[in-house]
């Protein structure tokens, strides 16, 4: 059984930065995907960026990439999302994601089989 844990989420203005982070229990196999998704209001949830804690491979949505970095501390059992330059856009609920399946799209957030529970991220203009 795999748990995961957000922290990190909080009230910032635009251009600002936030490091959200994921711990999650259970042993590594049961997590070798992991990703970040988000959901702002009205919205679905969409796929921000993941990444094989195996091999390192990383993976973003377009929007986001050059500003957001996903990382991954296999000693920690956590994982990393480094967000800079935040955009009033940016506003929405993160969630954690884990699968130990074959290769989970970031686009189909149904192919995740573990979630974390959320944390708001608020960016001001």
């Known amino acids: 059984h795999v748990q995961l844990v957000e922290s990190g989420g909080d009230s910032v203005e635009a251009g600002g930065s936030l490091r959200l982070s994921c711990l999650a229990s259970?042993?590594?196999?049961?997590?070798?995907?992991m990703a970040w998704f988000r959901r702002a209001p009205g919205n679905a949830r969409e796929g921000v960026a993941a990444?094989?804690?195996?091999?390192?491979?990383?993976y973003y949505l377009n929007s986001v990439e050059g500003r957001y970095t996903i990382s991954h501390d296999n000693a920690k059992n956590t994982l990393y999302l480094q967000m800079n330059s935040l955009k009033p856009e940016d506003t929405a609920i993160y969630y954690c994601?884990?699968?130990?399946?074959?290769?989970?799209?970031?686009?189909?957030?149904?192919?995740?089989?573990?979630w974390g529970q959320g944390t708001q991220v608020t960016v001001s203009s």
């Open positions: 990444i094989d804690t195996g091999d390192g491979s990383t």
């Open positions: 994601a884990a699968d130990r399946g074959v290769c989970p799209q970031l686009s189909r957030p149904e192919d995740w089989i573990y």
């Open positions: 259970g042993p590594p196999y049961t997590h070798k995907y």
